[in-house]
């Protein structure tokens, strides 16, 4: 399971720390990322990183947002800084895991979390 949290009403310029925990039996964990969706919009990939410290951004966020992981605590974080009322969304957290040595990895996905920026 994934549990996303951080998520909050704050106001532009302002920031927040999501973080995601993975929890329950998994073996390994590979890529983890976070997407957001905004109300009529499509979902889009804000931030992903691998097992090492290779990082992708979407072009809007990037000098603003930082994603990280702590491996040994199974969790994801992304440092919002700047927020601007166009990062309001719900923010899903998705991992990339093994259940176990021989399975193959499956997706996951968090419940989301409610960023809203006010102007």
């Known amino acids: 399971q994934l549990q996303a949290s951080g998520g909050g009403l704050v106001q532009a310029g302002g920031s927040l720390r999501l973080s995601c925990e993975v929890s329950g039996t998994i073996f390994s964990i590979g890529t983890m990322a976070w997407y957001r969706q905004a109300p009529g919009k499509q979902s889009e990939l804000v931030a992903s990183i691998l097992t090492g410290t290779t990082r992708t951004y979407a072009d809007s966020v990037k000098g603003r947002f930082t994603i990280s992981r702590d491996n040994a605590a199974k969790t994801m974080y992304l440092q919002m800084l700047g927020l601007k009322p166009d990062d309001s969304a719900v923010y899903y957290c998705?991992?990339?895991?093994?259940?176990?040595?021989?399975?193959?990895?499956?997706?996951?996905w968090g419940q989301g979390t409610l960023v809203t920026v006010s102007s």
């Open positions: 998705n991992v990339r895991a093994r259940p176990g040595p021989s399975s193959t990895y499956y997706g996951y």
